[in-house]
């Protein structure tokens, strides 16, 4: 694995596979480590980027829709992907990326807990949570007892990716995408887009809500029992069969349901 100009990559640089991977609100690319490297170890050249404001440079403007903008360059030249993969806010940042996606293939995209509709109240719960996550930095062995499934390299990311985060942006990126309501984005994804949802189980305060999906029915949505909303750290072996269900499917290869 390297880290290139504001992302982290695993691989092959010859692989002929490319998968990319979007991280969610103050995390970083390295949020993907289990996953990039199962889908690695499938033959994949793995691309996560860091999102602007998140190990990278700083904005004034953290509209998702410029957040999606700054990732043009992973686009550039041409390059697309057979795969890509999102988590939370990244989710958000992949249905505003749907224009750069090459129409002349199907593209698998999977999408871990979006939160795709948050009223007022939510809204104030999250900014408070996640503003006392960036002044109070906790340590890995606190996020090790907060999610029983994470290892100690996972803590260790997310540790990272809270200092490295502009303080900034959890008041603006609220701010700035209000009112946060992005469910009517499923209605734009086009036929060549293949994609699943990844919820994470009800019982362990999810931030994506079957209710918000159900009215699109062209979008596969798997529930997945036991997992908090990190679930690329708690069952990494899923979101791997899953993604790799999707693209085995989208090459018309029948296979059994993996989950």
């Not at 100009?5 to 993907?32: F, V």
């Not at 997310?158 to 303080?167: A, E, K, S």
């Amino acid at each position: 694995m390297a880290t290139i100009s504001s992302a982290a990559r695993w691989g092959s640089p010859t692989a002929t596979k490319h998968a990319l991977l979007i991280h969610g609100l103050t995390s970083s690319s390295h949020t993907w480590h289990k996953v990039a490297q199962g889908l690695a170890a499938q033959g994949y050249l793995v691309t996560a980027p860091n999102l602007i404001g998140h190990a990278s440079r700083r904005s004034d403007n953290y509209r998702i829709s410029n957040i999606a903008e700054d990732l043009r360059p992973f686009f550039s030249q041409g390059q697309q992907y057979d795969l890509v993969i999102a988590h939370s806010l990244g989710s958000l940042v992949t249905l505003n990326l749907l224009p750069f996606f090459s129409v002349s293939k199907t593209i698998p995209v999977v999408l871990i807990d979006p939160p795709l509709e948050q009223d007022d109240s939510v809204i104030a719960r999250k900014r408070v949570m996640f503003k006392d996550s960036l002044a109070d930095i906790k340590s890995p062995e606190f996020y090790m007892a907060q999610n029983p499934r994470w290892s100690m390299e996972d803590a260790v990311w997310r540790v990272l990716g809270t200092q490295l985060c502009d303080p900034a942006l959890i008041d603006l990126i609220y701010q700035q995408n209000a009112p946060w309501s992005f469910a009517h984005l499923f209605a734009t994804v086009p036929p060549t887009i293949k994609m699943t949802v990844l919820l994470a189980d009800p019982d362990m305060n999810p931030s994506g809500h079957l209710k918000d999906i159900q009215p699109y029915a062209h979008i596969r949505t798997i529930i997945v029992p036991g997992a908090a909303h990190w679930i690329q750290h708690d069952f990494p072996d899923i979101v791997v069969d899953a993604a790799l269900k999707a693209v085995n499917e989208s090459h018309g290869v029948n296979i059994r349901n993996l989950l």
